[in-house]
């Protein structure tokens, strides 16, 4: 159904089902059980520009989106509504943006690009609409009897896959990331990487791979081709992550240079050029996230703390 999305600067954007853009079922039917709604805006040359979950009840679903998210939207942009149920992905609604406010002719001085910086600590039960879900599901971990902080972590184990992402992406191509990891579980199998340089549904970027397992122990570097598919691009080194571990994570985009510090290291562990230009960078490209297989009875590495941010 072709409809529109409308919208307020300064305003939060949570339409009733029955307002634009009408999100209430078919007359005389209900929204399935155990359903997940999102809806996807893009700019006019295709690029993601936000991906919202909404809740789903039978006689409707509703989405709440905050200022920050929804003012840097232009009037213009297209959006998507998809469904998904246990027998697949349903869009159920299309269209516009319309923003119902002042048109200014002359625009305000501001600067063209504002660094940006996120940071997330998970000590909480829920990851929220800002952590944006790509494969399976992720949940945030209570380690409490382990006397830990709470970890991300894929919602089950049996070799399950899982990947999330930022809702925003950096406003430049260099950036600095550090993430604090939990390995409760260090002699069971898991892989998490901490994916940068990516687009929206992680199909390309960059990788750091933390593998635990009882006779493997490794960190690898190299390029996504997928959420949790990564090519090595560096031979990988040996690597045992212990609890409350700290990695940093920079990519200059002048060097092409990615690297990876351990803890107070001023030496990286592993480090990679793409003298061949493997990586796309620009808008679109800049997304960050986490991508995590679980072991067959263990969470694999938990990340317990995440700060990112424009480095440029």
Not at 88 to 100: A, E, L, M, N
């Amino acid at each position: 159904m072709n409809s529109a999305v409308l919208l307020s600067r300064g305003g939060t954007w949570k339409p009733s089902p029955w307002d634009p853009p009408y999100l209430m079922p078919d007359p005389g039917s209900t929204w399935p059980e155990k359903a997940w709604a999102a809806i996807t805006f893009t700019d006019t040359a295709g690029v993601e520009l936000l991906t919202l979950d909404g809740d789903v009840t039978p006689e409707g679903i509703h989405f709440t989106g905050d200022p920050e998210e929804m003012d840097p939207i232009p009037a213009g942009a297209g959006f998507t509504i998809t469904l998904e149920t246990g027998d697949g992905i349903f869009p159920i609604r299309y269209g516009t943006v319309i923003r119902k406010e002042v048109f200014y002719t002359q625009p305000t001085n501001r600067p063209v690009s504002t660094p940006r910086r996120f940071s997330d600590t998970f000590q909480r039960k829920t990851l929220g609409n800002k952590w944006i879900p790509i494969v399976g599901r992720t949940i945030i971990r209570n380690n409490s009897l382990l006397s830990l902080p709470n970890g991300v972590s894929p919602e089950v184990a049996f070799f399950q896959k899982s990947a999330i992402r930022w809702w925003e992406e950096f406003s430049s191509d260099t950036v600095d990331i550090g993430i604090t990891v939990l390995n409760t579980d260090p002699i069971l199998t898991g892989r998490t990487t901490l994916v940068l340089c990516a687009d929206a549904l992680f199909t390309t970027g960059i990788g750091v791979r933390f593998e635990t397992a009882a006779l493997s122990n490794k960190l690898h570097l190299g390029t996504i081709t997928g959420p949790n598919t990564l090519v090595d691009e560096t031979p990988a080194v040996t690597n045992t992550v212990a609890n409350l571990d700290h990695y940093r994570i920079r990519y200059t985009d002048s060097t092409k240079t990615v690297a990876v510090y351990k803890n107070s290291s001023l030496d990286p562990a592993l480090q990679w050029t793409d003298d061949a230009a493997a990586i796309a960078h620009g808008r679109g490209y800049r997304h960050f996230g986490m991508a995590f297989e679980s072991a067959l009875l263990g969470r694999g590495i938990q990340v317990t703390s995440i700060t990112a941010m424009d480095a440029a």
